[in-house]
């Protein structure tokens, strides 16, 4: 990795992370890793997930977040400020956006250093194109910099005309190209709240005839004021020690039955 251009350290960074929800651990979604709030045990996904899935005839993607955050903190400043801001939306900028930049590649980078099977079955690395900003990503910018960088493909999925909502995913909101066929692509984005951006893509991707090996995310939001039991696994996720070194976790997961079996047993 370059060195930084701003003064930046290791600890600053991991001082801003916040260890993902185990996986295998009871009411944590096998997909996004969300808290399953108001677990029903007839599944091991997050309504949010089964709601993608449903949209997705099924198929869908498993998320690696790199760490959790929340709508007030450091990590969101760096999110939100490494990107230009294009239209004003930014508001008053609190942050230098270099120290923004640094930070994101320093956490990207890291993450792909301690996890190098990541990338060992992996043909390209596709940024998932924004929903409003024109292409290129600020991300792309970012991914270069990483072991990643050398696999980064960009202007095969794109955008199309059709809206994509908020909470919901689509399988013709992105389009790949005829090059992604026969390829296995790791997509890589900055957020994931509802998935519907991500996932969508990862249709798209398989759509062209690629196969989605997983899908790295710098963040994962979290709202541990939407219910107390979030807000419990928030508050231990907090005082564990950062990681960067990661377990393998599955690929894409078909679930034409969503009555999957429950990794659930309230113990
Ligand atoms: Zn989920």
Redesign the pocket.
Same mark, same amino acid.
């Given at each position: 990795m370059e060195p930084n251009s701003v003064d930046l350290t290791l600890v600053e960074v991991e001082r801003a992370l916040v260890m993902p929800f185990v996986l295998d651990t009871p009411f944590v #979604?096998? /997909? =996004?890793?969300?808290v /399953?709030h108001e677990p029903d045990g007839s599944s091991d @996904? #997050?309504?949010? =997930? @089964?709601e993608n899935a449903r949209a997705l005839d099924g198929e869908i993607t498993p998320v690696l977040p790199i760490t959790l955050y929340t709508r007030e903190s450091v990590m969101r400043t760096w999110l939100t400020h490494y990107k230009p801001d294009i239209d004003g939306e930014h508001g008053e900028v609190t942050s230098a956006a270099d120290v923004c930049v640094a930070a994101i590649t320093l956490v990207l980078s890291s993450f792909f250093d301690a996890n190098d099977w990541l990338l060992k079955d992996v043909d390209d690395v596709l940024v998932v194109p924004s929903t409003r900003r024109p292409p290129p990503h600020p991300l792309e910018e970012v991914v270069l910099r990483t072991a990643a960088g050398r696999f980064l493909v960009t202007g095969q999925l794109t955008r199309t005309r059709n809206q994509l909502e908020h909470r919901s995913a689509s399988s013709i909101a992105y389009e790949g190209s005829e090059a992604l066929r026969g390829r296995r692509v790791l997509l890589v984005d900055d957020v994931y709240a509802s998935?519907a951006r991500l996932q969508s893509a990862a249709a798209a991707t398989r759509r062209a005839g690629g196969t989605v090996t997983r899908a790295v995310v710098v963040a994962r939001r979290i709202n541990p004021g939407y219910h107390p039991a979030i807000e419990e696994r928030w508050n231990a996720a907090v005082e564990l020690p950062f990681r960067w070194s990661r377990q393998e976790d599955g690929s894409t997961i078909s679930r034409s039955s969503f009555a999957a079996p429950a990794a659930i047993d309230g113990s």
């Open positions: #979604c096998v /997909i =996004c890793r969300a /399953i @996904m #997050c309504e949010n =997930c @089964m998935g």
